[in-house]
C-alpha cells in the first residue's frame, strides 16, 4: 500500500516569506508527527496529532511555527517569516495510534528538503 | 523525562564482521525502543522494536538488538556486515505509560568497508 507522502520534496525560498510544507498519511493512522532534521543535530520533535487534535505542540521552536490536520488525513505545517535557521529537512511520520501506551512503530515520509536563502 | 545516547557518531567495519551499533536511554518507568535506519536522501525506516518478552529481538536485515534493563542499553547488532548496510542509525525510546512520543539519538553512522 501507498506510504507517508510529503510535499515538496524540494523547497528554496527567500528569508521572510511564508512556506507550507504537506503531509499524507498512510490511511487509517490516527497518529501523525512532524519532526525536523539538521545536519548533525538528529531529529528533532516539533508536534504530534491524534486525530485532529494537537496534544503536544511543545517541540515547535517558535510561534513561526504552526501546524494543522484536518478530516484525521492531511497535515500541514506552516513556517512564517522563515529565518536561515529554519533549514533543514522536515520528516512527517504517522502510526496506528499513541493511546494506551500502544507501541506502534512509525512509518516516516521522504522528507522536505527547505533552504532558506 | 526521556533520552537517548548514542555515544558513537561513526562506526566503521569491515564486510562480513560483525557490527555492534550501541544505544543507551533513561526513562522514568518500563521503556518501549525502537532502531530505524536512514539511507541518504531517505526518510527513516523502522528496523525492530522491543516491547516486552524475550531480550533479544529480531529485525528486517538480519539486525537484531538486545535489551539490557541493568544497563539502560539497547545495541543493535548484526552477525555478518554488508556494504549496503552503510547508513545512519537512530535509536528512540519511549515511556510505556501515558502519552509520550519518541525520543530519538542523535544518530550513528555505519560505513562497510569492502
Known amino acids: 500500500g501507498a506510504g507517508v507522502s510529503q510535499s515538496p520534496s524540494n523547497k528554496v525560498t527567500e528569508k521572510g516569506k511564508d512556506v507550507e510544507l504537506r503531509c499524507d498519511p498512510i490511511s487509517g493512522h490516527t497518529a501523525l508527527y512532524w519532526y525536523r532534521q539538521s545536519l548533525g543535530q538528529g531529529l528533532e520533535f516539533l508536534i504530534y496529532f491524534q486525530g485532529n487534535s494537537a496534544p503536544d505542540k511543545s517541540g515547535l521552536p517558535s510561534d513561526r511555527f504552526s501546524a494543522e490536520r484536518t478530516g484525521g488525513s492531511v497535515s500541514t505545517l506552516t513556517i512564517q517569516r522563515t529565518q536561515q535557521e529554519d533549514s533543514a529537512v522536515y520528516l512527517c511520520?504517522?502510526?496506528?495510534?499513541?493511546?494506551?501506551?500502544?507501541?506502534?512503530?512509525?512509518?516516516f515520509g521522504p522528507g522536505t528538503r527547505l533552504t532558506v536563502t | 523525562a526521556q533520552s537517548v545516547a548514542q555515544p558513537e557518531d561513526q562506526v566503521n567495519v569491515a564486510e562480513g564482521n560483525p557490527l555492534t551499533v550501541k544505544c543507551t536511554y533513561s526513562?522514568?518507568?518500563?521503556?518501549?525502543l525502537f532502531w530505524y535506519v536512514q539511507y541518504p536522501n531517505r526518510g527513516l525506516q523502522f528496523l525492530l522494536k522491543?516491547?516486552?518478552?524475550?531480550?533479544l529481538v529480531k529485525g528486517s536485515y538480519g539486525f537484531e538488538a538486545e535489551f539490557n534493563k541493568s544497563q539502560t542499553s539497547f545495541h543493535l547488532k548484526k552477525p555478518s556486515a554488508l556494504v549496503s548496510d552503510s547508513a545512519l542509525y537512530f535509536c528512540?525510546?519511549?515511556?510505556?505509560?501515558?502519552?509520550?512520543?519518541?525520543?530519538f539519538g542523535k544518530g550513528t553512522m555505519l560505513l562497510v568497508s569492502p
Open positions: 522491543y516491547i516486552t518478552g524475550d531480550n
Open positions: 526513562v522514568s518507568g518500563n521503556p518501549y
Open positions: 528512540a525510546v519511549r515511556d510505556r505509560g501515558g502519552y509520550s512520543t519518541l525520543t
Open positions: 511520520a504517522s502510526s496506528l495510534g499513541l493511546a494506551g501506551g500502544a507501541a506502534y512503530e512509525q512509518y
